[in-house]
């Protein structure tokens, strides 16, 4: 499977943004098969687990910080991953990654997920 995020810009404070992870280049599975994560990285920092959806979109995980803000979900039959992100302020500054596991739900581990996307950039000036 092949990832592609996108979404990103920059945006003031308190503003909003919503990011799309599109699936391609599915082969013998369909998009349901596979447990999707966001993850974020800031340069010279370690990388962040954002939000996680099972294949069926039926079970989210969050880290902690961001709940209430962020909202992960997901529609298999255009094979894309949606993360809307309210309320955003300057720490969310950070490259976004979108991530995919054949499995049930791969959860905030990295290192579950074997496919990963490209990045897209988040800039929240204050």
Known sequence: VQLQASGGGLVQAGGSLRLSCTASEISGVSFSDYAVGWFRQVPGKERESVAAVTGSGDAAYYTDSLKGRFTITRDNAKNLVFLQMN????????????AAALTAFGGADGGTYRYWGQGTQVTVSS
């Open 87 to 98: 309320s955003l302020q300057p720490e969310d500054t950070a490259v976004y990654y979108c």
